[in-house]
């Protein structure tokens, strides 16, 4: 199921502006649809005082994409997500922008949401790839979440 132009635009604009803190970091989603987004986290903003991308930058484009594909997967009136965990390791100092790319399969996207459903919640994970303008993998994370059905 696609998304019109109309939703991915208010999608990135809920992914790159909902937060003062990422709004400073100048988070762009790059690209939104159902079960996948890709964003960047600009160098320029975001650099610490050895002139690399700072460590906090990298830890939130591993984990914001979690919001961006909630907005464009779930039923946001039915459902709310949480993150139960996160690690991250750093590969090699990041001296470019960075991107990641994120993507939940129709078939994942069911299984959470029926799941949540039926027993009020579901854990989903994945591991994320950050990399720099070369295409070199500069940390990995390992993301853990869960979709809790709003009890009315």
Known sequence: ?????????????ASDKSFPFVERCGVQTLEVER????????LKPNLNHVG???????????ELPAGTLYLSSFDT???YPIVKDVWI??????TT???????LSEEEISRI????????????EWDVEMKDANGEVVAISHNVYQLRKIHR
Do not use: H, W
Request: hydrophobic letters at 40%; charged letters at 25%.
């Open 1 to 13: 199921m696609a998304l019109s132009e109309k939703q991915q635009n208010a999608i990135k604009l």
């Open 35 to 42: 079960g996948y987004c890709r964003m960047l986290m600009p």
């Open 52 to 62: 690399i991308m700072y460590a906090g930058a990298l830890y939130t484009i591993a």
């Open 77 to 79: 009136k039915r459902f």
């Open 89 to 94: 390791r750093f590969r090699r100092p990041a």
């Open 97 to 103: 922008d960075v991107t990641v790319e994120v993507t």
């Open 113 to 124: 949401e029926s799941t949540a459903e039926e027993m009020g919640q579901c854990d989903f």
